[in-house]
């Protein structure tokens, strides 16, 4: 396969993955208690808008459509974000829980766009370049965003008493708790090998 087939297939993973979130983005506003978290989301999705856009104008650029692809990580970090939504915990605490799924949903789209850039670099598409590192540049600012937002919500989440461990689980904590344990269990042998090898 050629590197600009691998390009578009990666452009149109990253186009799924910004429409997603053009359907997230209000759930986790309308869910965060802390209202400056809540402002970073709402401004956060005008931005995911106009990279949805931008994105657009790449395919229209390379003569090629954007759907075709779907983004399942990006489908299974919002659906991580949508747990901690549904978690009961204090107001610091329950933000702290979206503020982790928020920053994996950045990271998972500033790689995407890392390697979607040098690809387009490597292929001598500087327009193509120039339009998806303004995209780069807003997820970055993004996660420095939530960063900044995070650190007093931490401090306040810290000082709440820990929780009764002996709470019931619900049904969707029951099964990751039983995903959990047989991913540490198939991983185990190999993780073995690689303590054995030191």
């Known amino acids: 396969m050629a590197l600009k087939e691998v390009l578009i297939l990666e452009l149109r993973d990253m186009y799924s993955a910004e429409n997603q979130l053009v359907k997230a983005l209000p759930k986790l506003s309308k869910g965060a208690k802390n209202s400056e978290l809540k402002s970073l989301f709402t ?4 931005e995911t808008k106009g990279q ?10 390379l003569g090629e459509k954007p759907t075709g692809e779907h ?6 970090v919002i659906e991580e974000g949508a747990d901690a939504l549904e978690k009961d915990r204090e107001e610091s605490s329950f933000d702290s829980g979206i503020i982790g799924a928020a920053l994996r949903t950045e990271h998972y789209e500033i790689a995407g766009y890392e390697a979607a850039i040098d690809m387009s670099n490597t292929l001598g598409m500087a327009d193509v370049t120039a339009l998806l590192t303004e995209n ?12 900044a937002a995070a650190q007093p919500i931490f401090e306040e989440a810290s000082t709440q008493p820990e929780e009764d461990k002996e709470t019931p689980k ?5 099964y990751s708790n039983k995903k959990s344990k047989e991913d540490e269990k198939k991983a185990a042998p190999d993780v073995k090998k690689r303590v054995g090898s030191r």
């Open 43 to 46: 401004a956060h999705l005008d």
């Open 52 to 61: 949805v856009l931008r994105l657009k104008q790449v395919f229209q650029i």
């Open 71 to 76: 983004c399942n990580g990006m489908e299974g």
């Open 136 to 147: 780069l540049n807003e997820e970055l600012a993004a996660a420095k965003k939530i960063k």
């Open 170 to 174: 619900t049904g969707k904590e029951k």
